[in-house]
């Protein structure tokens, strides 16, 4: 947490491997796979929401139930085929925690993960969010956000910038 422009995304890439640091290093993250939920929503706007969910599976065949647990979850059980241009901008973000749970990753990287959801549909995704990143041993999750109940809902270790 901290005041916008403190740093928090440019250390959030960093450590995601997106970006250089201008000095120092990480250590401990070589060859972990990382999953991220930016703050803009980078959908493919042609694709389908199930269709963006699955474009970070390996074997879409495979994770097809999954996919579809998760977007019913979401509350986007009606909205699985419509294209992603097609969504309000609420719908988007929950595509794209969607997209970032179901990747096979050891690190996950929230930046501002519930902006613009609306207030009836984010207690359900912060508890969505919440067991399934959390289900699994040797998972890290990284959640930047301005909001102290957010923080304090996912848990973990508050680091304020």
């Not at 450590?15 to 640091?21: A, D, F």
């Not at 493919?44 to 929401?49: F, G, S, V, Y």
């Not at 085929?81 to 996950?108: H, N, P, Q, T, W």
């Not at 613009?116 to 289900?135: A, C, F, N, Q």
Request: proline share 2%; hydrophobic share 40%; aromatic share 6%.
């Amino acid at each position: 947490m901290g005041p916008s422009g403190r740093g928090k995304t440019t250390l959030a890439y960093i450590i995601g491997g997106l970006i250089k640091s201008d000095s120092g290093y990480i250590t401990g993250l070589e060859g972990k796979r990382t999953s991220f939920v930016f703050q803009e929503d980078r959908l493919l706007d042609w694709e389908t929401a199930i269709g963006n969910v699955l474009f970070v599976t390996k074997s879409i065949r495979q994770n097809q139930e999954k996919a579809d647990h998760l977007l019913m979850q979401a509350g986007l059980s009606e909205s699985m085929y419509k294209k992603a241009a097609e969504l309000s901008g609420g719908m988007k973000r929950r595509v794209c925690l969607c997209r970032a749970l179901i990747a096979d990753y050891e690190l996950l990287i929230l930046d501002e993960p519930f902006k613009g959801l609306d207030s009836g549909i984010k207690p359900l995704i912060m508890t969505m969010v919440k067991e399934h990143s959390l289900r699994s041993e040797g998972k890290t999750v990284i959640c930047i956000t301005h909001d102290l109940t957010e923080a304090e809902f996912l848990g973990g270790k508050l680091v304020t910038m």
